[in-house]
Nanobody, 114 residues
Framework: QVRLVESGGALVQPGESLRLSCAAS????????MGWYRQAPGKERELVAI?????SANYADSVKGRFTISRANARTDLQMNSLKPEDTAVYYC??????????WGQGTQVTVSS
């Protein structure tokens, strides 16, 4: 069992920054990935950024150059800069390894509005 706890969601204005954090507990196996997904109202959940246990990262085209994912052991952070209204969504932390499969956090709301 893997438990993921997210924090950092908030209401911010366009152009501002926000940092999300996710702490994982339980037995983590390597190799694995941790990442962030988001789901806006009426839309499907989409990948935002993902980082492997070897610290290789990938980003959705819509956030490249604005968001940065980082990782230290069982924690992953998502630094979000130059936020836009279209970034508004519930952001979910994800953990995956080939043995345990997928685990999700409870989600944290990010709202970008003036």
């Amino acid at each position: 069992q893997v438990r993921l706890v997210e924090s950092g969601g908030a209401l911010v204005q366009p152009g501002e920054s926000l940092r999300l954090s996710c702490a994982a507990s339980g037995i983590l196996r390597s190799p694995n990935t941790m990442g962030w997904y988001r789901q806006a109202p009426g839309k499907e959940r989409e990948l935002v950024a993902i980082i492997t246990s070897g610290l290789s990262a990938n980003y959705a085209d819509s956030v490249k150059g604005r968001f940065t994912i980082s990782r230290a052991n069982a924690r992953t952070d998502l630094q979000m800069n130059s936020l836009k209204p279209e970034d508004t969504a519930v952001y979910y932390c994800n953990y995956h390894d080939s043995f345990k499969g997928n685990y999700w956090g409870q989600g944290t709301q990010v709202t970008v509005s003036s």
